[in-house]
């Protein structure tokens, strides 16, 4: 299938190639003395993986004609270095990317040597060819005007990939520092490690003279930025997709991937081979695995940050699949393979930074939704005690120190245990809804109104003394009885008996809410639907006339 793939995608061939295991000496490949050692190759590329300089030698299946300013191009040669006999010369024309050789006339998309004699059927140029990226150099002959306007699509290609991954490398170490999530950290470290490899081994690093020179005869440098990139990458996907919680066995599974690539790591320091770049493949792969294992498993749990995974890391996988194959001599991968491995990273950097940023809004999604339930009662939309109680320390806190009045008002309602047992749980909770909605309408937008417990309700009233607390009390306790509640066509009166007192100087939101709590008692001890009031040394209760309920009588409670 890949074959035919290939043979489809393969253009018209120009050279036959012959590769020769060995490195002679110059003299000798060129007075033609080990012709018969060369091995012909299928295809129209070089593809190296030792490290040992290797003789290639391409023949020119039909003449080429210097009039179009005919260019040997070796596309994608990465780090690899060249030295090219042309017929008749005497000195190589030494080619690199990066390095001394590197010829800054032509993009980094190619070696490109001219042939200004052209070439007659049967000549043969010689290479000697020094492999630092054990990846195929396609070979090929381009005219000048062609060879210039391939290098302005690859240019465009290549910056479009290296900015997006730097953009989203800015985006993700910005959100970082914003937010302080260290998912952004890992995906920073991941992206511009990636950015990194790419402009290594891609050439783009030559910009930079002295990190080309650094890197333009050593791969080294280029392999650690990969190998870095994996490694942050697997901590991104650990964290991200909290496979310490959800996927222990796939979790060890990544803790052997990166105690891999901490030795390729520490490998790579001591050596330059090639190997260790096909290892890395192969741990890459691994990993690409295992990462891939843990999104599908997500997947299927309906985990919403696993679809990001699977989208950004199933072309991945197939690239590095395909790339692996390629390396262990399986196949040969089409030319734009080249293209579409930088392109998948920057395409799964862009869809990893949305998910991120998915999963960011959801996280405050839930704190919102948290911090709701934390502040607001379900059932009847008031405040929770504790919101109530926070909100009122601060109120009395300021009221003391601006020498401001303050006062609260607990209620409840009268025998409501009845109505739960005649009527029913839901009647219960319908009552304590209109009781709710019929008080609080009854209020000030910055009076605060919230549940104690129960059907007992905590009312504070900022800058009111005693006397208009108790008037705003008797108007809470009229706007329940005023008529009767109609709930599951059923119709019954319902009382409130409430407590109010004023906040004395100096005094505690313990003893405040103590003193309401007794005037609130005194309610109810003596015969229920009033209010009663704390003064500083008693409790006065203003009660209803239950079959007049505007009409009300005072009388004075006990001394407490
Ligand atoms: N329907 C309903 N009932 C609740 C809820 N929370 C507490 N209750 C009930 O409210 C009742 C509270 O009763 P109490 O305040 O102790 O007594 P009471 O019947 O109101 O009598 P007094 O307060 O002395 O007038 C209990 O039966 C609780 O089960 C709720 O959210 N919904």
């Given at each position: 299938?890949?074959?035919?793939?290939?043979?489809?995608?393969?253009?018209?061939?120009?050279?036959?190639?012959?590769?020769?295991?060995?490195?002679?000496?110059?003299?000798?490949?060129?007075?033609?003395?080990?012709?018969?050692?060369?091995?012909?190759?299928?295809?129209?590329?070089?593809?190296?993986?030792?490290?040992?300089?290797?003789?290639?030698?391409?023949?020119?299946?039909?003449?080429?004609?210097?009039?179009?300013?005919?260019?040997?191009?070796?596309r994608f040669p990465y780090l690899n270095h060249v030295e090219v006999w042309?017929?008749?010369?005497?000195?190589?024309?030494?080619?690199?990317?990066?390095?001394?050789?590197?010829?800054?006339?032509?993009?980094?998309?190619?070696?490109?040597?001219?042939?200004?004699?052209?070439?007659?059927?049967?000549?043969?140029?010689?290479?000697?060819?020094?492999?630092?990226?054990?990846?195929?150099?396609?070979?090929?002959?381009?005219?000048?005007?062609?060879?210039?306007?391939?290098?302005?699509?690859?240019?465009?290609?290549?910056?479009?990939?290296?900015?997006?991954?730097?953009?989203?490398?800015?985006?993700?170490?910005?959100?970082?520092?914003?937010?302080?999530?260290?998912?952004?950290?890992?995906?920073?470290?991941?992206?511009?490690?990636?950015?990194?490899?790419?402009?290594?081994?891609?050439?783009?690093?030559?910009?930079?003279?002295?990190?080309?020179?650094?890197?333009?005869?050593?791969?080294?440098?280029?392999?650690?930025?990969?190998?870095?990139?994996?490694?942050?990458?697997?901590?991104?996907?650990?964290?991200?997709?909290?496979?310490?919680?959800?996927?222990?066995?796939?979790?060890?599974?990544?803790?052997?991937?990166?105690?891999?690539?901490?030795?390729?790591?520490?490998?790579?320091?001591?050596?330059?081979?090639?190997?260790?770049?096909?290892?890395?493949?192969?741990?890459?792969?691994?990993?690409?695995?295992?990462?891939?294992?843990?999104?599908?498993?997500?997947?299927?749990?309906?985990?919403?940050?696993?679809y990001f995974m699977v989208l950004s890391w199933t072309p991945m996988l197939?690239?590095?699949?395909?790339?692996?194959?390629?390396?262990?001599?399986?196949?040969?991968?089409?030319?734009?393979?080249?293209?579409?491995?930088?392109?998948?990273?920057?395409?799964?950097?862009?869809?990893?930074?949305?998910?991120?940023?998915?999963?960011?809004?959801?996280?405050?999604?839930?704190?919102?939704?948290?911090?709701?339930?934390?502040?607001?009662?379900?059932?009847?939309?008031?405040?929770?005690?504790?919101?109530?109680?926070?909100?009122?320390?601060?109120?009395?806190?300021?009221?003391?120190?601006?020498?401001?009045?303050?006062?609260?008002?607990?209620?409840?309602?009268?025998?409501?245990?009845?109505?739960?047992?005649?009527?029913?749980?839901?009647?219960?909770?319908?009552?304590?809804?209109?009781?709710?909605?019929?008080?609080?309408?009854?209020?000030?937008?910055?009076?605060?109104?919230?549940?104690?417990?129960?059907?007992?309700?905590?009312?504070?009233?900022?800058?009111?003394?005693?006397?208009?607390?108790?008037?705003?009390?008797?108007?809470?306790?009229?706007?329940?009885?005023?008529?009767?509640?109609?709930?599951?066509?059923?119709?019954?009166?319902?009382?409130?008996s409430l407590g109010v007192a004023e906040l004395h100087h100096g005094e505690?939101?313990?003893?405040?809410?103590?003193?309401?709590?007794?005037?609130?008692?005194?309610?109810?001890?003596?015969?229920?639907?009033?209010?009663?009031?704390?003064?500083?040394?008693?409790?006065?209760?203003?009660?209803?006339?239950?079959?007049?309920?505007?009409?009300?009588?005072?009388?004075?409670?006990?001394?407490?």
């Open positions: 299938m890949i074959g035919l793939l290939v043979a489809t995608l393969a253009s018209a061939q120009t050279f036959d190639v012959a590769r020769l295991d060995g490195d002679p000496v110059p003299a000798q490949v060129l007075a033609g003395s080990v012709e018969s050692d060369f091995a012909s190759v299928e295809g129209q590329s070089i593809h190296e993986t030792g490290s040992r300089p290797r003789w290639w030698r391409l023949t020119a299946r039909a003449p080429i004609s210097p009039a179009e300013a005919p260019h040997l191009v070796l042309r017929p008749g010369d005497t000195m190589p024309v030494r080619r690199g990317l990066v390095g001394h050789d590197a010829d800054f006339s032509f993009s980094t998309r190619a070696l490109v040597v001219p042939l200004p004699q052209g070439l007659a059927t049967g000549e043969a140029i010689y290479i000697r060819v020094h492999t630092l990226t054990p990846a195929p150099m396609f070979v090929d002959v381009e005219p000048l005007a062609q060879v210039h306007r391939q290098d302005l699509r690859h240019v465009a290609m290549r910056t479009f990939v290296l900015g997006t991954l730097s953009v989203l490398a800015l985006l993700a170490v910005g959100f970082w520092i914003g937010i302080g999530e260290r998912s952004y950290a890992y995906l920073f470290l991941t992206l511009a490690a990636q950015a990194l490899y790419l402009a290594s081994v891609g050439g783009e690093v030559r910009g930079v003279p002295w990190l080309a020179d650094l890197i333009g005869a050593d791969p080294r440098v280029g392999r650690m930025f990969g190998l870095l990139g994996v490694l942050a990458s697997n901590s991104f996907v650990a964290l991200y997709l909290n496979l310490n919680d959800h996927h222990t066995r796939l979790m060890r599974a990544l803790h052997v991937c990166n105690a891999a690539l901490l030795l390729l790591l520490l490998a790579n320091v001591g050596s330059a081979a090639n190997v260790l770049g096909v290892l890395a493949s192969a741990v890459f792969l691994a990993c690409a695995v295992v990462t891939f294992t843990a999104s599908a498993a997500g997947a299927l749990k309906r985990q919403r940050e696993a197939v690239l590095a699949l395909l790339r692996m194959g390629e390396l262990l001599g399986g196949w040969r991968n089409p030319e734009w393979m080249e293209y579409a491995f930088p392109i998948g990273l920057a395409m799964g950097g862009l869809v990893l930074t949305i998910g991120l940023t998915d999963h960011m809004h959801q996280m405050r999604r839930d704190r919102d939704h948290a911090s709701r339930l934390a502040t607001y009662d379900v059932l009847t939309g008031a405040l929770t005690r504790s919101a109530i109680t926070e909100r009122l320390d601060a109120l009395v806190e300021s009221a003391q120190r601006g020498r401001r009045p303050l006062s609260v008002v607990f209620f409840d309602i009268d025998h409501f245990k009845k109505i739960n047992d005649e009527y029913g749980h839901r009647v219960g909770d319908q009552t304590l809804r209109i009781v709710s909605l019929r008080t609080r309408n009854r209020l000030r937008t910055y009076d605060l109104f919230g549940r104690y417990g129960g059907d007992e309700v905590l009312v504070v009233l900022p800058d009111t003394q005693l006397r208009e607390a108790l008037c705003v009390a008797e108007n809470l306790r009229a706007a329940v009885n005023c008529r009767p509640l109609s709930i599951d066509n059923r119709l019954f009166t319902a009382t409130l505690s939101v313990e003893r405040l809410l103590e003193r309401a709590d007794a005037a609130l008692y005194a309610s109810k001890e003596t015969g229920r639907d009033r209010v009663t009031g704390y003064t500083a040394s008693r409790l006065r209760t203003t009660a209803a006339t239950p079959a007049a309920n505007t009409a009300n009588t005072h009388s004075t409670s006990t001394i407490y």
